[in-house]
């Protein structure tokens, strides 16, 4: 598969280089020359498929011929020791990606993309350094993805004292290939360093630096995977039971069959970035059995209004109590209009965004109703489907529940009640944090360094 930048379609690199590279040269961002589609035996079998045969069909034509199919069968069962859930929540499905080690969707993305980036630069004697800065979430999930992957280490900045203990412990839990430096001040000023850094030619002569930026082909495609899987499974009228992770109190009413539909399932997804729903609609168009897509956003509603007036605005992010998806210009809006035109996109894509009261309502709600909690990311997708359909919901219809509720316990518990805590996040809470602190300023990060 060759890639070009979505601001210049002539010129096209490989995997590898597009990998590397991260971000094009002209500031665009790299997309695959096309959408290839699945065998026909893959398409009508997903529903019998391991998740990571999944994870191989979907991401083989992706990568070859660089990753070669017998370093990637490995590398999705490496990648993948766990996988994505599709249980019954109500009157309606919930596709749980928090089943990772860091209990978020981003452990998809960050667990493959470390292992292509090794992959790619086997044999080169430069270990690769890969600096970043997190305000919390992506950090863990980067550092979790990278430990132990041979040839690359890492270093974390993050705001000292403004992320969880638990986050904390995520980032700075782990030791080994992994660094973490808790800067006195605020993300901005992680992020001025690491931008500082970046710019040294001192610093650059003695490594090999790279970002594991979001907008990484090599995070989206592994995140078409799920969708693929999930709509397999609707199609063959199959969810899946209950698992350790499921953060429901009670008897669980998962596990049973239901109406198969061949007209395929409509996804709703809490959106920030809009890395996940770009990798949904590749999985679409792919040929998994998938109907639409509900473009669930905060406040920050910046494509939910472009869908309905046809304007593009970017703005300032504003806070809420959904961060991960605070984003006021999303990147990955510029693949998603470089692969179709607004007409296109509105045969398969609905906006809705939903405020922070009614977030805070649904926490509550579906855990009274249903013994199931949501956290504050997933619980926008869920509203956004009431608000979309007041009357009569279609079906099937799948939430995507991108954290894990324990993560966020400080604004789900007063809501929704103590949430039982999965084995993986006890298991971090045990550890030491290994950080060292620095004041904010780059002579500081360099000398650490
Ligand atoms: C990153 C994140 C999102 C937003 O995903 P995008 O791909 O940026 O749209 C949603 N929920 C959680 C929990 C996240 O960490």
Same mark, same amino acid.
């Given at each position: 598969m060759r890639y070009y930048s979505t601001r210049n379609k002539v010129e096209t690199l490989s995997f590898r280089q597009a990998v590397l590279s991260g971000l094009a040269r002209d500031g665009g961002l790299f997309i695959p020359e096309t959408i290839p589609q699945y065998?026909?035996?893959?398409?009508?079998?997903?529903?019998?498929?391991?998740?990571?045969?999944?994870?191989?069909? !979907?991401?083989?034509?992706?990568?070859?011929?660089?990753?070669?199919?017998?370093?990637?069968?490995?590398?999705? #069962?490496?990648?993948?020791?766990f996988s994505a859930p599709l249980i019954q929540v109500g009157d309606r499905l919930v596709l749980e990606l928090f089943h990772g080690p860091t209990a978020a969707f981003k452990d998809f993305g960050a667990r493959f993309m470390a292992r292509a980036f090794s992959y790619l630069r086997r044999g080169e004697d430069k270990p690769l350094h890969i600096l970043v800065a997190t305000s919390g979430d992506t950090g863990g999930a980067v550092a979790d993805g990278f430990y132990g992957v041979e040839g690359i280490s890492v270093t974390v900045l993050y705001p000292k004292g403004r992320v969880s203990p638990l986050q904390e412990r995520q980032i700075a839990g782990?030791?080994?290939?992994?660094?973490?430096?808790?800067?006195?001040g605020s993300f901005d000023d992680c992020q001025r360093l690491v931008k500082t850094a970046f710019g040294d030619k001192e610093f650059k002569k003695r490594f090999t630096l790279s970002?594991?930026?979001?907008?990484?082909?090599?995070?989206?495609?592994?995140?078409?995977v799920y969708y693929a899987a999930a709509a397999g499974?609707?199609?063959?009228?199959?969810?899946?039971?209950?698992?350790?992770? !499921?953060?429901?109190?009670?008897?669980?009413?998962?596990?049973?069959?239901?109406?198969?539909d061949s007209k395929g399932v409509i996804f709703s997804v809490p959106s920030g970035n809009f890395g996940n729903l770009t990798a949904g609609l590749y999985a679409m168009k792919l040929g998994a059995p998938i109907r639409g897509f509900i473009a669930a956003t905060n406040i920050n509603k910046t494509v939910p209004d472009y869908l309905e007036s046809g304007y593009y605005e970017a703005r300032p992010s504003f806070a809420t109590i959904s961060n991960a998806m605070d984003v006021g210009d999303p990147s990955n809006f510029e693949r998603m209009i470089s692969h179709w035109s607004l007409t296109e996109l509105r045969n398969f894509l609905r906006?809705?965004?939903?405020?922070?009261?009614?977030?805070?309502?649904?926490?509550?709600?579906?855990?009274?109703?249903?013994?199931?909690?949501?956290?504050? #990311?997933?619980?926008?997708?869920?509203?956004?489907?009431?608000?979309?359909?007041?009357q009569r919901?279609?079906?099937?219809?799948?939430?995507?529940?991108?954290?894990?509720?324990?993560?966020?316990?400080?604004?789900? $518990?007063?809501?929704?009640?103590?949430?039982?805590?999965?084995?993986s996040l006890k298991k971090?809470?045990?550890?030491?944090?290994?950080?060292? !602190?620095?004041?904010?300023?780059?002579?500081?990060?360099? $000398?650490?360094?």
């Amino acid at each position: 598969m060759r890639y070009y930048s979505t601001r210049n379609k002539v010129e096209t690199l490989s995997f590898r280089q597009a990998v590397l590279s991260g971000l094009a040269r002209d500031g665009g961002l790299f997309i695959p020359e096309t959408i290839p589609q699945y065998r026909k035996a893959v398409a009508t079998s997903l529903a019998r498929m391991s998740f990571q045969e999944v994870a191989f069909e !979907t991401i083989q034509p992706f990568v070859t011929p660089e990753i070669p199919d017998a370093f990637l069968e490995d590398l999705v #069962h490496t990648a993948y020791p766990f996988s994505a859930p599709l249980i019954q929540v109500g009157d309606r499905l919930v596709l749980e990606l928090f089943h990772g080690p860091t209990a978020a969707f981003k452990d998809f993305g960050a667990r493959f993309m470390a292992r292509a980036f090794s992959y790619l630069r086997r044999g080169e004697d430069k270990p690769l350094h890969i600096l970043v800065a997190t305000s919390g979430d992506t950090g863990g999930a980067v550092a979790d993805g990278f430990y132990g992957v041979e040839g690359i280490s890492v270093t974390v900045l993050y705001p000292k004292g403004r992320v969880s203990p638990l986050q904390e412990r995520q980032i700075a839990g782990l030791g080994g290939n992994i660094s973490a430096i808790a800067v006195e001040g605020s993300f901005d000023d992680c992020q001025r360093l690491v931008k500082t850094a970046f710019g040294d030619k001192e610093f650059k002569k003695r490594f090999t630096l790279s970002s594991a930026n979001s907008i990484n082909v090599a995070r989206l495609i592994p995140q078409a995977v799920y969708y693929a899987a999930a709509a397999g499974k609707v199609a063959a009228g199959l969810c899946d039971k209950d698992e350790e992770a !499921t953060p429901r109190v009670g008897k669980a009413d998962g596990g049973q069959k239901f109406s198969p539909d061949s007209k395929g399932v409509i996804f709703s997804v809490p959106s920030g970035n809009f890395g996940n729903l770009t990798a949904g609609l590749y999985a679409m168009k792919l040929g998994a059995p998938i109907r639409g897509f509900i473009a669930a956003t905060n406040i920050n509603k910046t494509v939910p209004d472009y869908l309905e007036s046809g304007y593009y605005e970017a703005r300032p992010s504003f806070a809420t109590i959904s961060n991960a998806m605070d984003v006021g210009d999303p990147s990955n809006f510029e693949r998603m209009i470089s692969h179709w035109s607004l007409t296109e996109l509105r045969n398969f894509l609905r906006g809705v965004w939903v405020s922070d009261d009614e977030i805070r309502e649904m926490l509550g709600q579906v855990r009274e109703q249903a013994a199931y909690f949501l956290d504050p #990311h997933g619980a926008v997708a869920w509203r956004a489907v009431d608000k979309l359909f007041p009357q009569r919901q279609p079906s099937p219809l799948a939430v995507l529940a991108t954290a894990h509720p324990a993560k966020f316990a400080e604004t789900v $518990e007063p809501l929704a009640g103590q949430v039982p805590v999965p084995p993986s996040l006890k298991k971090v809470m045990e550890r030491d944090v290994k950080a060292k !602190t620095i004041g904010a300023e780059i002579a500081a990060l360099l $000398e650490v360094l």
